[in-house]
Nanobody, 129 residues
Framework: QVQLVESGGDSVQPGESLTLSCAAS????????MGWFRQAPGKEREGVAS????????YYADSVKGRFTISQDNDRTTVTLRMNTLKPEDSAIYYC??????????????????????WGQGTQVTVSS
């Protein structure tokens, strides 16, 4: 049974940093891509960042480029999202997601919910002064 467990959510002030982690288990074969999504109250869930199996392909939403960094460990069981210079508009529930056997290699699909078949329960990030 595939499980994705997020951790690291917290309440921070604008300009501070936070690191989210996602522990993946239960995969027979490593997921072709892993991603982070977020959903703020009253808004659609949006893709934030994604990383592909070999780590050579990474996508970021325009809103987080230059501030967020996605990475994975060597055995691809942990995916990390380092978030710097946080803004109030970054406040949301952050979800970890895993793709299936094959993930399309375009930015639009790499950050699309439809690409991902497995989801974690989410972790809350609040950025407020």
């Amino acid at each position: 049974q595939v499980q994705l467990v997020e951790s690291g959510g917290d309440s921070v002030q604008p300009g501070e940093s936070l690191t989210l982690s996602c522990a993946a288990s239960g995969f027979t074969n490593a997921a072709d891509c892993m991603g982070w999504f977020r959903q703020a109250p009253g808004k659609e869930r949006e893709g934030v960042a994604s990383i592909y199996r070999r780590g050579d392909l990474i996508y970021y939403a325009d809103s987080v480029k230059g501030r967020f960094t996605i990475s994975q460990d060597n055995d691809r069981t942990t995916v990390t999202l380092r978030m710097n210079t946080l803004k109030p508009e970054d406040s949301a529930i952050y979800y970890c997601a895993a793709g299936r056997t094959y993930c399309p290699r375009t930015e639009a699909l790499g950050l699309a919910q439809s690409t991902y078949g497995y989801w974690g329960q989410g972790t809350q990030v609040t950025v407020s002064s």
